[in-house]
């Protein structure tokens, strides 16, 4: 798209709209949000970014192929499993650990890194998707 508007607005709301994804993933395993939802928000910056630049630019932008942070995503989601299955419980079943080292940080928990991997996932295959429709051809 050739709009002197969008091109110049795009790396503020691209900016704000990670940002504020990467907000909703963190929040998520205590409050309404989550992997998911900020997965897609965080897809729906680079689709902006798609439009306005163009496909070549959100990949050099990405700097990792977007089916490689859906593998990645998708590796930390299983590990997160697997990590309670060596505490003796059920595959996916949370694991929290309390460290004594950082008063400010409250708790370690496997919930989170799930949560990561979904938003990793869902980033990963939503951008690559929108990448393969818009290829310049």
């Known amino acids: 798209m ?4 969008l091109r110049t607005a795009t790396p503020f709301l ?3 709209t990670v940002l504020f994804s990467i907000y909703v993933l963190l929040r998520g395993h205590n409050e309404p949000g989550g992997g998911f939802i ?13 439009i306005a630049e163009g496909v070549s630019a959100t990949r050099r932008a990405l700097v990792v ?3 490689s942070i859906a593998g990645f995503g998708l590796f930390a989601a299983g590990v997160s499993g697997l990590m309670s299955i060596a505490f003796g419980d059920a595959f996916l079943t949370g694991q929290w650990w309390f460290p004594d080292f950082n008063p400010d940080l409250k708790y370690i928990s496997t919930v989170v890194l799930f949560d990561i ?8 295959a939503i951008v690559g998707i929108i990448c393969a429709l818009e290829e310049d051809g």
């Not at 965080?42 to 798609?50: I, K, L, N, Q, V």
């Not at 991997?117 to 990963?124: E, P, T």
């Open 117 to 124: 991997g979904v938003y990793l996932v869902v980033v990963g």
């Open 2 to 5: 050739n709009s002197l508007i």
């Open 65 to 67: 192929p977007p089916i």
């Open 14 to 16: 691209v900016g704000l």
């Open 38 to 50: 900020g997965g897609l928000m965080g897809a729906s910056a680079f689709a902006t970014y798609a």
